[in-house]
């Protein structure tokens, strides 16, 4: 749509655009007098932009609780700024006929308010009321539509609160996908969801009904109070008050853990979650309706299908969901916001860059979003998941196919892994991916990607040296890695160094049970009795030991890597913290929660880097003996977290500096621990080193499908 404005209308329409859109342009007048929204009929075929949802604005709140409005009460309630966008578009440009809402045609009321010029809703797509829009519906804990005679009669919420106020656990669908919710004070309640979700130490998400409540259980500095509030409502982790409201045991289900200190709050981002904190009048926790590993349910047969009988009860509407969203989630990092989880409200985010060309970067297996390169102008999705997951699978094909007109005509970017590559390509059946064929397939190796997409986000010219952190990715050299530095010159990452590389025996299983890694480092040590001693520690039957043992000394089924992230987790086994990892990220969350708490580091010894060959490595054996040596019962565990995190800290900064670099980029998910790039920042900036890591993007694998664009960008002008 092309807005053209006469005299004072486009400074309104200005104002009007929310300060964080992703894809508003103002178009100079061809007159003076007139102001149109001209019809996307006719003009050429556009896939780009696609914009995400935005959070109810004031206006709407406003009229949401006025008796007296024709919209009170109504829990689709929108208008031009806010409402369903990225969710319920099928096609772009954003017209009613390319959304879910197709099938509901406005009323008399609703099209006079469309076209009017003076009003809020003047050409809002999105518009609806009470008597022509989707409609909320109660069904029991089977599924079914009471048969009561008045049932027809009774308010789907109220219903929905009254059980809640009960104990219950309800699956609440909202503008982007389902949610399961119950009460956050409510114990029982939590322990009942934990175990719908076969999460123990793993936290949820907590829907606060107000800011003033969130201040009385978190502390919040006044920029997460505008990320809270603004037109993305993200989850935003925050430090757990000591005075919290919360019982504490509440507050303990609700973080995951009893040495978590940060929740993730969230506040009611559309109509539906509003009207229903508002009746309950306190907080609960809110999480995703789906299986472990499956991706956000969003159809009301499938939450029916997979949930009935183990939730009491569904409040559902009859809008469509086309591309379901998990909520975004951010943190506050050295005084900038990071995004941790691309989804709702900032997904898909269109970018305008230099360069151009005709690209679609498929992403990683993990996390995977996927990107899109149109000439000078590249849109990244929100995360779709993991793509072990057959749904996240069609999710991933859907919207390629949405994003993609012609694939003849557009470079494949793909991971470097053979069994990592784009799936979508993979399906002869029916698939035009596989059919017509894309005019170009450039794999990418993974940790490039990491590198290019933080140097895309800052704009790093200047040569600088890039570390990439994570838990694994197949390498160049056909190995395993993930603690590597790059020096980037002229646009073509050089690979100079890495972690010292160890086994990981029984590969996957390593990745699940830390205490593997543990064991590997200290076999590499050569420490026989921390060794046993360690053994012992873990609690384990002799014969699991044993045949671990015997993996390390044949290195069978021990594939080699070089992985930061993996190390971590070794470290916070050592220190008895977590010995098997509940969900990805746990044990290394434990490690950073100990430093945290620490109320100084102890004395360890430096990670230190050795030359070998032409690569340089950064050897951990000194400092994994001193931390097996440590008798912990008697040193807090706290301090050596803490030393643990500086020494890896200053390792970057030496590093940096013995290669001349004056600037360091970091990403990949181990700075995701926001302890680390803290500490990073200011061992860096007391060497006059700069240091930028990602904020708009996420560090872990979900910026891949970026990295992976912005690779192929560089190998362009370099050709050019």
């Given at each position: 749509?092309?807005?053209?404005?006469?005299?004072?209308?486009?400074?309104?329409?200005?104002?009007?655009?929310?300060?964080?859109?992703?894809?508003?342009?103002?178009?100079?007048?061809?007159?003076?007098?007139?102001?149109?929204?001209?019809?996307?009929?006719?003009?050429?075929?556009?896939?780009?932009?696609?914009v995400p949802d935005r959070a109810i604005c004031a206006e709407c709140r406003e009229e949401l609780a006025d008796s007296t409005n024709r919209r009170y009460g109504y829990p689709f309630i929108s208008c031009a700024c806010c409402g369903p966008r990225f969710s319920i578009a099928t096609l772009a440009p954003f017209d009613r006929e390319r959304t879910t809402l197709a099938s509901f045609p406005p009323c008399a009321a609703c099209v006079d308010e469309y076209e009017s010029l003076t009003n809020r809703r003047y050409h809002a797509q999105t518009i609806s009321c009470r008597e022509c829009g989707p409609q909320l519906k109660w069904l029991d804990a089977q599924g079914i539509a009471s048969g009561e005679p008045d049932a027809s009669r009774q308010d789907p919420m109220a219903v929905a609160v009254s059980i809640l106020r009960g104990g219950g656990v309800v699956a609440i669908k909202a503008v982007s996908g389902f949610h399961l919710v119950a009460l956050a004070a409510n114990t029982s309640a939590l322990a009942r969801l934990g175990q719908l979700k076969n999460r123990h130490r793993k936290p949820f998400a907590v829907m606060f009904p107000s800011l003033d409540a969130v201040h009385a259980n978190c502390h919040l500095s006044s920029a997460e109070a505008q990320w809270l509030t603004g037109p993305a409502a993200p989850i935003v982790l925050l430090d757990i008050r000591v005075d919290s409201h919360f019982a504490v045991a509440a507050m303990g289900v609700a973080t995951g853990a009893a040495d978590n200190p940060r929740v993730g709050a969230m506040l009611p981002a559309c109509a539906t979650h509003l009207l229903l904190l508002s009746a309950l009048a306190e907080p609960v926790v809110m999480t995703s309706l789906n299986r472990y590993g499956a991706p956000l349910i969003s159809r009301n047969e499938v939450a029916i299908e997979q949930f009935s009988s183990a939730v009491d009860g569904f409040l559902l509407h009859d809008l469509d969901i086309h591309f379901a969203q998990d909520d975004s989630i951010v943190q506050q990092v050295a005084g900038r916001m990071m995004v941790l989880r691309r989804g709702r409200g900032y997904a898909p985010e269109t970018l305008n860059i230099r360069g151009s060309g005709q690209a679609v970067a498929a992403g990683a297996w993990l996390k995977n979003s996927v990107a899109l390169l149109q000439q000078s102008q590249m849109v990244v999705s929100h995360q779709l998941g993991d793509l072990d997951s057959v749904d996240v699978l069609e999710r991933q094909r859907d919207l390629v196919n949405t994003l993609v007109a012609s694939p003849a005509t557009v470079t494949l970017l793909e991971e470097l892994h053979p069994d990592m590559a784009a799936p979508f390509k993979q399906n002869p059946d029916q698939d035009r991916f596989s059919q017509e064929g894309f005019s170009e397939v450039m794999p990418v190796q993974h940790h490039v990607a990491h590198a290019s997409a933080v140097k895309l986000e800052h704009g790093v010219d200047e040569p600088h040296l890039a570390i990439v952190w994570d838990g694994l990715g197949y390498g160049a050299d056909g190995s395993w890695w993930g603690g590597e530095c790059f020096e980037m010159i002229d646009r073509e990452p050089r690979h100079r160094g890495q972690f010292r590389p160890f086994l990981l025996p029984g590969g996957v299983a390593a990745v699940r049970q830390n205490s593997r890694v543990a064991l590997s480092l200290l076999f590499q040590v050569d420490d026989e009795r921390r060794l046993a001693v360690f053994s012992k520690q873990l609690a384990e039957n002799q014969q699991s030991l044993h045949g671990i043992r015997q993996l390390l000394e044949k290195q069978l089924a021990s594939p080699i890597c070089s992985s930061a992230g993996r190390f971590i987790e070794g470290c916070a086994s050592l220190l008895g913290l977590v010995h098997q990892n509940e969900f990805e990220g746990d044990a290394a969350s434990a490690l950073q929660y100990a430093a945290e708490r620490a109320d100084r580091k102890a004395r360890l010894p430096p990670l230190s880097w050795q030359r070998v060959d032409e690569q340089w490595q950064l050897d951990w054996r000194p400092l994994v003996q001193a931390v097996a040596q440590t008798p912990w019962q008697k040193v807090p565990v706290e301090r050596a977290a803490l030393a643990i995190h500086k020494r890896l800290a200053e390792a970057i900064v030496e590093i940096t500096e013995r290669l001349a670099f004056s600037v360091v980029t970091l990403s990949g998910g181990c700075f995701q621990n926001r302890l680390l790039v803290e500490l990073v920042k200011q061992a860096a900036e007391r060497r006059n080193i700069h240091c930028y890591w990602p904020q708009r993007f996420s560090p872990n694998d979900s910026s891949i499908a970026l990295g992976q664009i912005a690779y192929h960008l560089d190998q362009r002008q370099t050709r050019e």
């Amino acid at each position: 749509r092309d807005v053209e404005r006469s005299r004072g209308l486009g400074d309104v329409y200005k104002r009007q655009v929310p300060q964080d859109a992703t894809a508003a342009e103002i178009f100079e007048p061809e007159s003076d007098s007139v102001f149109k929204i001209a019809s996307s009929v006719g003009i050429p075929a556009q896939r780009l932009p696609l914009v995400p949802d935005r959070a109810i604005c004031a206006e709407c709140r406003e009229e949401l609780a006025d008796s007296t409005n024709r919209r009170y009460g109504y829990p689709f309630i929108s208008c031009a700024c806010c409402g369903p966008r990225f969710s319920i578009a099928t096609l772009a440009p954003f017209d009613r006929e390319r959304t879910t809402l197709a099938s509901f045609p406005p009323c008399a009321a609703c099209v006079d308010e469309y076209e009017s010029l003076t009003n809020r809703r003047y050409h809002a797509q999105t518009i609806s009321c009470r008597e022509c829009g989707p409609q909320l519906k109660w069904l029991d804990a089977q599924g079914i539509a009471s048969g009561e005679p008045d049932a027809s009669r009774q308010d789907p919420m109220a219903v929905a609160v009254s059980i809640l106020r009960g104990g219950g656990v309800v699956a609440i669908k909202a503008v982007s996908g389902f949610h399961l919710v119950a009460l956050a004070a409510n114990t029982s309640a939590l322990a009942r969801l934990g175990q719908l979700k076969n999460r123990h130490r793993k936290p949820f998400a907590v829907m606060f009904p107000s800011l003033d409540a969130v201040h009385a259980n978190c502390h919040l500095s006044s920029a997460e109070a505008q990320w809270l509030t603004g037109p993305a409502a993200p989850i935003v982790l925050l430090d757990i008050r000591v005075d919290s409201h919360f019982a504490v045991a509440a507050m303990g289900v609700a973080t995951g853990a009893a040495d978590n200190p940060r929740v993730g709050a969230m506040l009611p981002a559309c109509a539906t979650h509003l009207l229903l904190l508002s009746a309950l009048a306190e907080p609960v926790v809110m999480t995703s309706l789906n299986r472990y590993g499956a991706p956000l349910i969003s159809r009301n047969e499938v939450a029916i299908e997979q949930f009935s009988s183990a939730v009491d009860g569904f409040l559902l509407h009859d809008l469509d969901i086309h591309f379901a969203q998990d909520d975004s989630i951010v943190q506050q990092v050295a005084g900038r916001m990071m995004v941790l989880r691309r989804g709702r409200g900032y997904a898909p985010e269109t970018l305008n860059i230099r360069g151009s060309g005709q690209a679609v970067a498929a992403g990683a297996w993990l996390k995977n979003s996927v990107a899109l390169l149109q000439q000078s102008q590249m849109v990244v999705s929100h995360q779709l998941g993991d793509l072990d997951s057959v749904d996240v699978l069609e999710r991933q094909r859907d919207l390629v196919n949405t994003l993609v007109a012609s694939p003849a005509t557009v470079t494949l970017l793909e991971e470097l892994h053979p069994d990592m590559a784009a799936p979508f390509k993979q399906n002869p059946d029916q698939d035009r991916f596989s059919q017509e064929g894309f005019s170009e397939v450039m794999p990418v190796q993974h940790h490039v990607a990491h590198a290019s997409a933080v140097k895309l986000e800052h704009g790093v010219d200047e040569p600088h040296l890039a570390i990439v952190w994570d838990g694994l990715g197949y390498g160049a050299d056909g190995s395993w890695w993930g603690g590597e530095c790059f020096e980037m010159i002229d646009r073509e990452p050089r690979h100079r160094g890495q972690f010292r590389p160890f086994l990981l025996p029984g590969g996957v299983a390593a990745v699940r049970q830390n205490s593997r890694v543990a064991l590997s480092l200290l076999f590499q040590v050569d420490d026989e009795r921390r060794l046993a001693v360690f053994s012992k520690q873990l609690a384990e039957n002799q014969q699991s030991l044993h045949g671990i043992r015997q993996l390390l000394e044949k290195q069978l089924a021990s594939p080699i890597c070089s992985s930061a992230g993996r190390f971590i987790e070794g470290c916070a086994s050592l220190l008895g913290l977590v010995h098997q990892n509940e969900f990805e990220g746990d044990a290394a969350s434990a490690l950073q929660y100990a430093a945290e708490r620490a109320d100084r580091k102890a004395r360890l010894p430096p990670l230190s880097w050795q030359r070998v060959d032409e690569q340089w490595q950064l050897d951990w054996r000194p400092l994994v003996q001193a931390v097996a040596q440590t008798p912990w019962q008697k040193v807090p565990v706290e301090r050596a977290a803490l030393a643990i995190h500086k020494r890896l800290a200053e390792a970057i900064v030496e590093i940096t500096e013995r290669l001349a670099f004056s600037v360091v980029t970091l990403s990949g998910g181990c700075f995701q621990n926001r302890l680390l790039v803290e500490l990073v920042k200011q061992a860096a900036e007391r060497r006059n080193i700069h240091c930028y890591w990602p904020q708009r993007f996420s560090p872990n694998d979900s910026s891949i499908a970026l990295g992976q664009i912005a690779y192929h960008l560089d190998q362009r002008q370099t050709r050019e």
